[in-house]
Nanobody
Framework: QVQLVESGGGLVQAGGSLRLSCAAS????????MRWYRQAPGNQRDLVAS???????RYADSVKGRFTISRDNAKNTVYLQMNNLKPEDTAVYYC???????????????WGQGTQVTVSS
């Protein structure tokens, strides 16, 4: 059973920084895409950033230049470095991975439990 464990959320003042981590474990052959989403109260869950197994990245326009997604394939871990945080970044952040359990299996998606990020003005 694959598990994702997120860490790194918290309360920070506007202009501050946080680094989120999401570690996957349990029967993984390979992780393809790794993504971070966020969901503010009353809003839908939106994609923040994604990274392929080869390291190609994409970002939502609202976070470009402030957030950086990275991954450590040896540790099956994805990171989100968040700089110059703004109150509108306040949300629960979720990691999402697409993994294979064998070389021939279809990718399966798994969500992390979510971590709260609160940015005060």
């Amino acid at each position: 059973q694959v598990q994702l464990v997120e860490s790194g959320g918290g309360l920070v003042q506007a202009g501050g920084s946080l680094r989120l981590s999401c570690a996957a474990s349990g029967g993984i052959f390979r992780i393809n895409a790794m993504r971070w989403y966020r969901q503010a109260p009353g809003n839908q869950r939106d994609l923040v950033a994604s990274i392929t197994i080869g390291g190609s990245t994409r970002y939502a326009d609202s976070v470009k230049g402030r957030f950086t997604i990275s991954r450590d394939n040896a540790k099956n871990t994805v990171y989100l470095q968040m700089n110059n945080l703004k109150p509108e970044d306040t949300a629960v952040y979720y990691c999402n991975v697409a993994y294979l359990t064998t070389p021939s299996s279809y990718p399966t998606e798994q969500w992390g439990q979510g971590t709260q990020v609160t940015v005060s003005s």
